[in-house]
């Protein structure tokens, strides 16, 4: 986690920097990238309708589906483990690697691996963990944290990446991103056929057949789930749907809306471990399901969120996440999605602030794939943390004041004319370019009308009213 | 924490749950005529840097696909044992392939895995083609490795024109069971791609670097 504790402080630290413009740059691509896709379908609108239906129902039976799912997979000769919260999850991860004498681990990119801390509890125990996903590769490489969930480098150039692979693979320095490639490639094929077991996360699981799907593009998810021995999957509760049909329509839309494809490169639709005569795929399947706070959400007003099936299309449409970049979230999960799951599963200290960090403009909803009322969440979340006393107080007892004046017209009257003599002080020629104390924020990048000598109410009894 | 107490609480949070209802569903693209789907098919295809060719007779298979393994200056191969089409496998050895078995893995999984390093090119016979997003389906199992359209540099699958569907939703909805009677599928749209160096697109990240796809009449 970063080292400033508020999501302002992180803030200040990225904006304008090298990190935040590459953010902002990469974002722009994948926007284009989605309208094109959207362009193209117009029956993505009722796609959308399908999946937040498939998503909604799936929520709310989740118990029942969770509980047919691992009696599907056992059938199909899988486990199932339940872990409370992330120290469970760790240790039924290090129990199985450690029970299969399992060494050498390969890994595709999963966001609840992040969420659990996996990776260090691993690499304590003396294991060997290799990210294979080229983006978070280089980010493990780099001692890094992922700074978007579809692109975990979108912070880093091509200029750093190359002098990174030259210091740690020992590598000529090359900046051209095909070379980059060619090297990742060749030292991470080895690394992939050697290894003991591989741990990915789960886009979906399917209840009737208690199957997991794992979407990538590179075809590292692939590799990790064929190649080694031991297949470990860390899924989020709440990914799951009802049917194998459900799981495609819910694909379809997760595809278009996170880089405008039309499908991932590869949906890998894993049901239990190789069978008898099959010539690959691993020995044994386990699934870790994993609670670590969602049934807190579940159960309260922000229960919308678990439907997020993690495409970051929100992130990409934010204002505030392109100006600021994920790292100012402070989170693994990061952007308008974030501000909601991250306060949802580990409190709301220290994380009151994120449901802050947004202009509620509303785009995060409309590019929704599943339409997730986000807005209406943040603010739920934000008057939460004034009911709990949570914001500095000048904030708590400013906005007191301010309701209780707004409400009576001879307070808001002479609160007014007050406003129009202070700024007197400090504005020239009708604007203010500079307030004090904590308007101070408000004016650093744009400048505040003068309030009118004359309200509109007062002008209308002078000049039109009789 | 055991299996009953995860799921009570599950169940007890979600009667409290504040979920909104959702809207009406809509219903799915149509059906199209099975030259539009091969229209469709080609054009979409082509987005996702796959290469189609046909449709050739049965017969034409063997000489479509050692003219694609050819071109890319291959020197071994790895197929699947049933192919939609006869006489592949000896039509490649006869213009100086190697041909890569597969094997059941056994204790000494590792070499059996770098038995697979090298492997020019793979082929595969699909289960479907989805023609609005340009994928083969493959159904994994005895006979059909995964490794075939995954370690080579180049994947040649061959499908039948009957088996192209719409969309990856209607040709679940149609085999709605296949899943539990395979341990492994996978809807392959394209050849492997990245764009996580500065979002350029880069072809054949892990997975091959070439995808052809030989429609079949």
């Not at chain 1, 302002?8 to 990469?26: K, P, Q, S």
């Amino acid at each position: 986690m970063s080292q400033p504790v508020t999501f302002l402080g992180r803030a200040e630290a990225l904006i304008g920097t090298h990190e935040a413009d590459a953010v902002d740059h990469g974002v722009r691509n994948f926007l284009e990238l989605r309208e094109k896709s959207v362009e193209e379908l117009p029956a993505l609108e009722g796609l959308r309708d399908r999946a937040r239906a498939i998503r909604l129902h799936a929520l709310r039976h989740l118990d029942r589906l969770l509980a047919h799912f691992a009696d599907q997979l056992q059938a199909a000769g899988g486990h199932v483990h339940w872990a409370a919260d992330a120290a469970d999850a760790r240790q039924i991860a290090s129990d199985i690697l450690d029970r299969t004498e399992s060494r050498r681990v390969v890994k595709s990119k999963s966001m609840v691996s992040e969420e659990i801390e996996l990776n260090a509890h691993l690499e304590a125990l003396g294991l060997d963990v290799t990210e294979t996903d080229l983006g978070e590769f280089i980010a493990q490489l780099a001692g890094d944290t992922p700074s978007h969930i579809i692109a975990p480098v979108l912070h880093m150039t091509r200029e750093d990446i190359g002098a990174l692979f030259a210091d740690k693979l020992g590598v000529p320095y090359t900046d051209d991103p095909f070379q980059l490639n060619r090297i990742a490639r060749a030292h991470l094929r080895e690394v992939f056929l050697r290894a003991d077991a591989g741990i990915s996360g789960v886009n979906m699981a399917v209840a009737e057949s208690g199957s997991i799907v794992l979407v990538t593009n590179e075809g590292n998810g692939r590799l990790i789930t064929t190649a080694p021995r031991v297949h470990i999957a860390l899924m989020g509760m709440e990914r799951i749907v009802s049917r194998w049909e459900d799981a495609a329509v819910v694909l379809e839309t997760l595809a278009r809306s996170a880089t405008g494809q039309r499908l991932s490169v590869y949906t890998n639709v894993i049901t239990g471990p190789r069978r008898e005569d099959d010539p690959d795929g691993p020995e044994e399947v386990h699934v870790i399901i994993i609670d670590n706070g969602r049934t807190r959400i579940l159960a309260g007003e922000t229960a919308e969120i678990l439907a997020c099936i993690r495409c970051g299309a929100c992130l990409n449409a934010c204002p505030v996440f392109r100006t600021a970049g994920g790292h100012a979230y402070g989170s693994v999960y990061s952007g308008p999605f974030g501000s909601i799951v991250t306060p949802g599963l580990h409190g709301m200290d220290p994380w009151w602030d994120l449901p802050f960090a947004s202009t509620l403009c509303g785009a995060c909803e409309e590019v929704c794939p599943v339409r997730i009322q986000i807005p209406k969440m943040l603010l739920q979340l934000r008057q939460q943390a004034a009911s709990e006393g949570r914001l500095p107080g000048w904030l708590q007892t400013g906005i007191v004041r301010y309701a209780r004046t707004t409400v009576d017209p001879s307070r808001w009257a002479r609160a007014k004319r007050w406003a129009f003599r202070l700024t007197g002080l400090i504005a020239t020629g009708g604007w203010i370019r500079r307030m004090p104390g904590p308007g101070r924020g408000w004016t650093s990048s744009r400048d505040l009308p003068r309030p009118a000598k004359e309200s509109f109410n007062e002008w209308w009894r002078t000049n039109r009213g009789s | 924490m055991d299996r009953d107490s995860f799921l009570t609480r599950v169940g007890r949070a979600s009667l409290t749950s504040q979920l909104p209802d959702p809207a009406s569903l809509s219903a799915d693209l149509p059906e199209l005529p099975p030259a539009d789907l091969l229209i469709l098919f080609r054009t979409r295809s082509q987005t996702v840097n796959a290469v189609v060719h046909g449709p050739v007779t049965r017969h034409g298979v063997p000489r479509a696909v050692t003219g694609i393994a050819t071109g890319h200056d291959a020197s071994s191969f790895m197929a699947w044992d049933e192919l939609p089409a006869p006489g592949v496998p000896s039509a490649l050895q006869a213009v100086g392939m190697e041909r890569v078995d597969h094997l059941v893995p056994s204790e000494r999984r590792v070499d059996h895995n770098l038995g697979y390093r090298d492997v020019g090119v793979g082929i595969t016979g699909a289960e479907a083609a989805l023609a609005e997003s340009g994928s083969v389906v493959l159904v994994h199992g005895e006979g059909r490795p995964r490794m075939a359209s995954l370690a080579p540099d180049v994947h040649i699958a061959l499908v039948e024109l009957d088996r192209l569907d719409r969309t990856l939703a209607h040709w679940a909805r149609k085999n709605p069971t296949l899943i539990t009677e395979t341990a492994n599928l996978v809807v392959v749209t394209g050849p492997s791609r990245t764009g996580d160096i500065e979002q350029q697109l880069n072809l054949g990240v892990h997975g091959p670097r070439h995808v052809h796809i030989v429609m079949i009449k």
